[in-house]
């Protein structure tokens, strides 16, 4: 049974939201602020107000689309010149939500790469390394992938300045070797090849990190930078292609047959031509 305490606070609330008081107040209070995202725990420090009506606040400041939540707890805020769409582009929010999430990431692959000046086409989706599961999600246009990789945090990353905030971006050189451990979230070994070659690469970046990487990785992307003049100087790479015996397919979703480079013992079992 509802009491008459319970009714009385949802009704001050629904009025607060269509008069433009109280929580609206809020939104655009935060946003005057430089905030991107606010949680249910700081709405209710601010007003004062019960869970209940926090609740009935944010459905409604949702359906005008004043925010949106990405994951449970989180709301992402929406200014005026976005509000026809309800959302924003990731990278204003992605920070935030993985450390809402208790998770170590970066941007990864495509993403990455674009931030590094190297799109040969606009990524559609947003690519994220994280430490441990996190759950796809799409939020109107915008989608969000994320990767686990456990060793994720042996990798190099640089900070970059975001829209909103600082962000944690793969390296060139840990972005190419993402990349050439798994060419498909790259749009497959044409398109990595066509990114590769609009990466301004350290070689020896690229030897350090080496030793570290898987030796199927390291042998596919040593293949990929030599044969396409990539970079040189890749010496350190290739002493660990030719370890030991084993051979790696160039497309790892391919058939394991063809002919083989020496130098790098990869099967060539695909043609190498960038994409156009």
Not at 16 to 37: H, I, K, N
Not at 93 to 107: N, S
Not at 221 to 241: P, Y
Not at 249 to 270: A, F, K
Request: aromatic share 6%; with cysteine.
């Amino acid at each position: 049974m509802i009491s008459i305490p319970d009714i009385m606070k949802v009704s001050d609330t629904l009025t607060f939201v269509v008069s433009g008081r109280g929580f609206a107040d809020l939104w655009d209070g935060l946003l005057s602020e430089g905030r991107v995202t606010t949680t249910q725990a700081e709405i209710r420090d601010r007003t004062g107000s019960s869970v209940g009506s926090v609740r009935v606040a944010v459905a409604e400041a949702q359906r005008r689309h004043f925010l949106f939540s990405p994951v449970r707890g989180l709301y992402v805020l929406v200014p005026p010149q976005y509000r026809s769409q309800g959302t924003v582009p990731a990278d204003w929010y992605l920070d935030d939500l993985c450390r809402h999430l208790h998770r170590d990431y970066y941007l990864g692959y495509l993403s990455a790469a674009a931030r590094h000046g190297s799109a040969h086409q606009a990524p559609q989706v947003t690519q994220t390394m994280v430490d441990r599961t996190v759950a796809d999600r799409t939020l109107g246009p915008v989608r969000l992938r994320f990767y686990t990789d456990r060793r994720m945090s042996e990798w190099p990353v640089a900070p970059v300045t975001g829209p909103t905030g600082s962000l944690r971006v793969a390296t060139p050189e840990t972005c190419a070797f993402d990349l050439a451990q798994a060419p498909e979230r790259g749009g497959g070994v044409g398109n990595v090849v066509t990114v590769l070659r609009g990466l301004t690469l350290d070689t020896e970046a690229l030897a350090r990190q080496a030793p570290r990487r898987p030796r199927a990785t390291v042998r596919r992307l040593g293949f990929l930078l030599e044969h396409t003049d990539t970079v040189g100087g890749l010496d350190a790479l290739a002493k660990i292609a030719i370890a030991d015996y084993n051979r790696t397919p160039l497309d790892p979703t391919g058939p394991h047959d063809g002919p083989v480079d020496r130098r790098w013992h990869v099967v060539l079992n695909t043609t190498v031509e960038p994409d156009e």
